[in-house]
């Protein structure tokens, strides 16, 4: 079983930092892409940053964070950042933490999501 445990959020003032952590634990062969997505009561879950290729790839953000968010991975430590800059009220929403990865070799692609983390900006 995989468990993605979530850290960092809080409330914190506009124009503030914040930092975010997820760290994967169990029997993981192997962990393709890890990435960040957000949502606020009554909408859909969106994307808000990802690490594709084993976290050598290019990141993709939203556009509505790109220059303010940035994403990055240990893959030692099966553990995915994102350090979230010039925060905005309109960035308000849970933060989840995601992970395309296997279980063993030629498993079929499974997604985990970790519990999610309160991220609240005031203006």
């Known amino acids: 079983q995989v468990h993605l445990v979530e850290s960092g959020g809080g409330l914190v003032q506009a124009g503030g930092s914040l930092r975010l952590s997820c760290a994967a634990s169990?029997?993981?062969?192997?962990?393709?892409?890890m990435g960040w997505y957000r949502q606020t009561p009554g909408k859909q879950r969106e994307l808000v940053a990802v690490l594709t290729s084993g976290g050598v790839g290019r990141p993709n953000y939203a556009d509505s964070v790109k220059g303010r968010f940035t994403i990055s991975r240990d893959n030692a430590k099966n553990t995915v950042y994102l350090q979230l800059n010039s925060l905005k009220p309109e960035d308000t929403a849970v933060y989840y933490c995601?992970?395309?990865?296997?279980?063993?070799?030629?498993?079929?692609?499974?997604?985990?999501w970790g519990q999610g983390t309160q991220v609240t900006v005031s203006s």
């Open positions: 995601n992970a395309e990865l296997q279980l063993f070799p030629r498993d079929s692609i499974r997604f985990s």
């Open positions: 169990g029997n993981i062969f192997t962990i393709n892409a």
